[in-house]
Each structure stands twice: as structure tokens, then as C-alpha cells.
């Protein structure tokens, strides 16, 4: 079936360093991808998607590119700060009316 | 604009008791759902709808029941809460899914 495969965590990073947390789909057709974020104690926000491939999303520094020979749509930045730390979710949607589905999230920690 | 608004954010429960957990949203949005979240668990969809008066069946639906009334307001119950329904809930709205979700701030519930 439809799935998303992220990498496991918890990430900590340093202040400033770089970030790639990896996303992976399995989907019979042409998905809508997502990354979402959930800072402590709150729920979900929209961070950015991307909706057919070689889209680029970007919001808040962060970045991702719908891979579709890859299947793939990992979330970059370039310099994390402290603020950044939160729980981040790759999610896909499969048609116009296809319920999103969700990875299993990728806690981020940012050290000063 | 409030964006979608869950009530109560805590509960605890005893075993055996119900209760009923409110989602507004002043979006107007078509498409609403239930989901829990889970250590290590990911989200998982418990029912969700597709427009006024309807509702279907997600991942988890045992246990759990829900109703649309009005376009704006979805409601999740539990008849006879256990303590494998202590978890976060979280309601989310949105257009076509294909768009993105809105989600709730969560309602934390413990059932003792």
C-alpha cells in the first residue's frame, strides 16, 4: 500500500550546522508531498509541499524537491537554529481527495 | 481567525466512562478528521469526513464514534473509554486534502 518512510531519530545538531532529514513514498500514482512540524506541546503546522515532480517547496529557510525517479522529497536547511527544534513529519496525498499519509516523524533538537 | 479549535485540551477519565471531544473550524472546509497520536506510533486516522453529514472509517476506528451536524463542527466520542485511548487527539480540517491540512492544538486524554 500507499506509505512514507522517514529516517529515524532523534537528529541533534549543533547551531547552525546543516539539515537533511530523508523522505521516502510508496505510492500507486502521482502524490502531493508534504512536510509538516510540531513544535512542543502543539499541534501540526504546514511547513511546505510540493504537488508534481521536480516542484521545489521552501518556507522558513527550509527546503525540499519532489524527486519522483527517487521517490523521494527530503527537508533541508541550511543553518538550523535553537527555534528549529520540533518534531517533523513527511506526509502524501494520493489525488485530489486522498487523505494525507503520514510518517512516523523525525524529532529534531538543536543545541546552542 | 481562529483556524480550527479543540475543547477541551486535557481530560482524564475513569475506565468505563464517555465523553465527547469538540472540533470547530471557521474555515469553511469540507473535509475534517480524527486522528491520535501515539509514541512511536506516528499519527493514525481514527474517522474522518468528507462534507456535512457524512463520516467514514480510518485506521483506528474501534472504540470511537463521531458525528457531523454541521459543516463547521466534528465531534469525536468515546462510549466506554479503556486505557488504550489515553493519547493526544488532534482534529484537522482542509479543502481537498491535496491542499494541506489545518490542525487543532490537541486534547491531551488520560483514562485511568
Known amino acids: 500500500g500507499d506509505s512514507v518512510t522517514q529516517m529515524e531519530g532523534p537528529v541533534t545538531l549543533s547551531e547552525e550546522a546543516f539539515l537533511t532529514i530523508n523522505c521516502t513514498y510508496t505510492?500507486?500514482?502521482?502524490?502531493?508531498l508534504f512536510w509538516y512540524v510540531q513544535y512542543p506541546g502543539e499541534g501540526l503546522q504546514l511547513l511546505l509541499k510540493?504537488?508534481?515532480?521536480?516542484d521545489k517547496g521552501s518556507n522558513k529557510g527550509f527546503e525540499a524537491t519532489y524527486r519522483k525517479e527517487t521517490t523521494s522529497f527530503h527537508l533541508e536547511k541550511g543553518s538550523v537554529q535553537v527555534s528549529d527544534s520540533a518534531v517533523y513529519f513527511c506526509?502524501?496525498?494520493?489525488?485530489?481527495?486522498?487523505?494525507?499519509?503520514f510518517g512516523k516523524g523525525t524529532k529534531l533538537s538543536v543545541k546552542p | 481567525n481562529a483556524g480550527v479549535t479543540q475543547t477541551p485540551k486535557f481530560r482524564v477519565l475513569k475506565t468505563g466512562q464517555s465523553m465527547t471531544l469538540l472540533c470547530a473550524q471557521d474555515?469553511?472546509?469540507?473535509?475534517m478528521y480524527w486522528y491520535r497520536q501515539d509514541p512511536g506510533m506516528g499519527l493514525r486516522l481514527i474517522h474522518y469526513?468528507?462534507?456535512?453529514?457524512?463520516?467514514a472509517k480510518g485506521e483506528v476506528p474501534d472504540g470511537y464514534n463521531v458525528s457531523r451536524l454541521k459543516k463547521q463542527n466534528f465531534l469525536l466520542g468515546l462510549e466506554s473509554a479503556a486505557p488504550s485511548q489515553t493519547s493526544v487527539y488532534f482534529c484537522?480540517?482542509?479543502?481537498?486534502?491535496?491542499?494541506?491540512?489545518?490542525f487543532g492544538s490537541g486534547t491531551r486524554l488520560t483514562v485511568v
Open positions: 484537522a480540517s482542509s479543502p481537498p486534502p491535496s491542499y494541506g491540512y489545518t
Open positions: 505510492a500507486t500514482g502521482y502524490p502531493s
Open positions: 510540493a504537488t508534481k515532480a521536480d
Open positions: 506526509a502524501l496525498s494520493l489525488g485530489s481527495q486522498g487523505n494525507l499519509i
Open positions: 474555515m469553511n472546509h469540507e473535509y
Open positions: 469526513s468528507v462534507g456535512e453529514g457524512t463520516t
